[in-house]
């Protein structure tokens, strides 16, 4: 294992290193939280949607909606029928199709209102989120808690801010959440790569072949 860098660099560099390590830590340390079932159930519900060829629609403001804007190409490249919302190209969602709602406090207005009507057409409604108290979270069909500070809700319970380790300056308003959701929806993605068959050369073939 390689040892953690010296010198005077580094030492003038001392909240940067930091920084990385508690937030890589974090990331690292929240797999003791995420439970397996409901990772399991978000996974079944994607191939599901796969398999039936039904929409997916991904939803999230500020950094989150970036989240969900990396995980909804990649699903792209997996061959799912994949859209963001606010993007000017949306498919209509219907009955069976999948909204997937981003937000680390569950109650950013815009995204509980897009769930909110993608309930009421029936559409499979999966809330990503670090309360399962939120409103997000109660209209939700399927949840998974990811663990993390949100810039309007502190994480105050022992086994967070001991376990985890939350240090509000090295890691500001929702930085926590973001960072480990993305890693989550990325760690998704070889799961779903394993059980539909995908290759990687496969995905390379439905990326992007024009690029600025």
């Known amino acids: 294992m390689r040892s953690a860098p010296s010198g005077p660099d580094v030492e003038e560099l001392e909240t940067f290193y930091r920084a990385y390590s508690e937030i890589s830590a974090f990331v690292q340390n929240s797999l003791r939280v995420i439970k397996p079932h409901e990772v399991k159930m978000f996974i079944e519900t994607l191939v599901k949607a796969y398999s039936e060829k039904?929409?997916?629609l991904v939803m999230g403001a500020g950094r989150s909606g970036l989240v969900g804007?990396?995980?909804a190409m990649r699903l792209r490249h997996l061959g799912f029928n994949a859209y963001v919302l606010g993007d000017t190209i949306v498919s209509p969602i219907r009955g069976g199709d999948v909204a997937?709602?981003?937000s680390g406090s569950g109650r950013t207005a815009l995204i509980v209102t897009a769930a909110e009507a993608a309930k009421s057409v029936k559409a499979v409604v999966v809330a990503i989120t670090s309360f399962r108290d939120s409103p997000l979270a109660r209209i939700a069909d399927v949840i998974v808690q990811i663990p993390g500070r949100t810039k309007v809700s502190k994480v105050e319970d022992y086994f967070s801010r001991q376990i985890l380790g939350i240090h509000e300056p090295l890691a500001p308003l929702g930085t926590l959440f973001e960072v480990t959701a993305m890693v989550f929806l990325d760690s998704v993605i070889p799961e779903l790569m394993k059980r539909l068959g995908v290759s990687e050369n496969d995905?390379?073939?439905a990326h992007a072949n024009i690029e600025m």
């Open 203 to 205: 995905m390379l073939m």
């Open 100 to 102: 997937i709602a981003i």
């Open 54 to 56: 039904k929409t997916i």
């Open 69 to 71: 804007r990396a995980f």
